[in-house]
């Protein structure tokens, strides 16, 4: 395969041509670039932000920080990387994990190979040459045989669309763009728009600054503490001499982290006992609580048992009981919707300055030149905060007018909802990979060891194709089909449809609802996928070069 010098110059032509391109300079792109050069492929990663990150470059709205634990969330490709990082903290915040995301791109020289500001417009499919061209906003138009999305599912963060939010002569941010520069609200008005997971993490740290902070809920969250803190020696210790065993157990897991899974049901147990698990797994705190019996997300009376725990915490920190009980979640059942990890959330409501409205009883009607205006009042505000969240696993790859053989658009082929086969492929676009696609576990795991394994995957299989002289790998239609039909069937054995999650697409007016995400665990995943591979790359049309 060809080599192409690195140093890539913005506007370029497509005269070079290029094994890879890789869109997105995430934790994905990162790896995905790394691993490519490792096997002597060249390739290149377009990035629409000044710096690598993704995730971590975008949302650094206060109390940003990472819900799956630090030694957890990292990678485990490198153990020298491992044994010479250092998280200071259980839950790493934004500005650390924005500094370890730059560490690896340094230490395994990585930005030579990075076109950063470049947001990718267009891949085509060229049936005739058997390659992608890849166009960006700058004008670049680049040749190669294989286009990788590592465009983030969680990385087209939603526009506001409310009402006349032009005329607002305040200042609004979005939690999903940042500035750089951090924002002081130090005697401010504010108004947060959202409680999900950006907006349950923000909200106590701007009510410490705010004069006066007002939450506009639609739809309250489940939230567990996070006991966040500085990593102790002991545990960095245990980390770095049980690495391999650790991350062994991870990646044979449901979700990719470590849960103490109680292989009890949540129905046969004494309510002491029922009690006595929850409490412990709240004091423990993150995900924990999932995993204290085996039925939480099958069966919706276990799952109601837990849920009525989650608001009996609630009730016990907030003192008003009609803020508690705005506060308590009752729409979907727990865990259908990722669980908020927080600092002092619910707490924050007991303080004079912080005022709860409920925005499904009095919907926000409009933002106006002083604040906004619900059904029932104005509230003059000087910042508005939205954490309103993405358009989420197919946001980032639809915004891209990607276009496979005989000119068909993805986005036209999503327009009933996302199919894949293993999340990874989609028939009729060969040579194109994504990584944590719908119909993979992605969203509904430790990301980055999702990202890890799709990336190894992908890897093994570009070389396998070198090896065996193979042009171009397609999923068959069928394979696809049945893998689509599989993702379904999973989720509807567990309680995970039954919520408007943006899971479902349903947090975006108009998007289909179909259960993105594949359900079937992580362990269970990567079996599928290397039994796959080992078949040689069963569902997949492989065609030699000329055919
Ligand atoms: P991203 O980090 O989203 O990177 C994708 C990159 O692609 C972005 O930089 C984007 O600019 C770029 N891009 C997209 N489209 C284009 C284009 N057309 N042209 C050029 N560039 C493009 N997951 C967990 O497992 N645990 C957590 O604790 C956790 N915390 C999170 C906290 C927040 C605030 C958010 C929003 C998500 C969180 N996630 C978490 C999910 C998180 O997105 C993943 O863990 C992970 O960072 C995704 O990495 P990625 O490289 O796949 O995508
Ligand atoms: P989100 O979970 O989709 O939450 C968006 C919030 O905005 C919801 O409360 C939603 O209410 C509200 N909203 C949207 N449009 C609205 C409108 N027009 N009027 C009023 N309210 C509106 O988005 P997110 O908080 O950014 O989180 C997305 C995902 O990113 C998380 O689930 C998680 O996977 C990841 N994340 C993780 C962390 C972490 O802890 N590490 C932090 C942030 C994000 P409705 O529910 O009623 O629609």
Redesign the pocket.
Known sequence: MSDVPSKPMPGGEAGSALDAVI???????LYMLHRLRGLGFSARV????SGV???????RYPG?R???ESMQ?SYSFSAELEQEWQWSERYASQPEILRYLNHVAERFDLKRDIQFE????AATFDEIANRWTIQ?DRGDRVSAKFCIM???????AKVPDFRALETFQGKWYR??HWPHEGVDFTGQRVGVIGTG??GIQSIPIIAGQASHLFVFQRTPNFSVPAHNGPLSPDVIQDWREHRAEYRHRDRTSAFGIHIEQNTKSALEVSSEERQSQYEKRWERGGFSLVGAFADLILNKEANDTAAEFVRSQIRAIVRDPAVAETLAPRDFPLATKRICVDTGYYATFNHDNVTLIDARATPIEEITATGLRTSKAEYTLDSIVFATG?DAMTG?LC??DIRGRAGAALKERWSGGPRTYLGIMVAGFPNLFT??GPGSPS?L????LS?EQHVDWIADCLAYLREHRIANIEATVNAENEWGAHVNQVANFTLFPQANSWYMGANIPGKPRVFMPYIGGVGVYRQKCDEIAADGYEGFALSPPGS
């Open positions: 869109v997105g300079a995430g934790f994905a792109g377009y990035e629409a932000a990150g993704g995730t971590w470059f975008w949302n940003a990472c819900d799956v969330y470049t947001r990718v417009t960006t590592a465009t983030g599912c969680l990385s087209a939690t999903g997971s950006s993405f980032a915004n891209i990584i944590t969203v795991s430790n990301m980055v990202i």
